[in-house]
């Protein structure tokens, strides 16, 4: 009997969740329904489908892959954390609408693991935790080239 590839994310077992695209080039949840070990393929449901619409995928095609984290947040499945926790209070660099980080302090961790935080300009927004870093103060930043120069020049004047 053959066995299935090892493939991240995905556990090739009867009842195992994963995302199939449709031949419409759609991705969807769905469920491993039979594994046929001859043949190397699973009966994959989609869910929230009629039965009708099952389809068998070779168990190493790329039509398939790991249920993505919005789909398991919606269904209250939270995969283990790979990035860093902050708690409520914490002072934290948040990401900003321009893209750039700014100081913001955590006010409520979110039971989807985002965060609502308050910018240190006292705006308050949720934000992914993908767009929270660690604050890391930084005492006595060196002077750029030229202010130091400028500053030793007035050193020698006195």
Request: hydrophobic share 35%.
């Amino acid at each position: 009997m053959k066995t299935p590839p090892e493939r991240s994310g995905i556990t090739f077992k009867v009842g195992a969740q994963l995302e199939a695209r449709d031949r419409q080039k759609n991705w969807y949840a769905a469920t491993i329904e039979k594994i046929d070990y001859n043949k190397e393929r699973v009966l994959v449901h989609y869910r929230q489908w009629s039965r009708r619409h099952d389809e068998w995928f070779q168990w190493n095609s790329p039509y398939l892959r790991p249920l993505e984290r919005v789909s398991l947040r919606r269904q209250g499945l939270n995969p283990p954390h790979s990035q860093l926790m902050f708690v409520s209070g914490a002072k934290v660099l948040a990401c900003w609408t321009d893209c750039r980080f700014y100081p913001a302090k955590i006010l409520r961790v979110n039971k989807d693991d985002s965060y609502t935080v308050r910018f240190y300009d006292g705006v308050v927004r949720t934000v992914k935790p993908t767009k929270v870093k660690p604050f890391q103060e930084v005492r006595n930043p060196p002077l750029p080239l030229v202010q130091q120069s400028f500053h030793q020049s007035l050193l020698l004047s006195f």
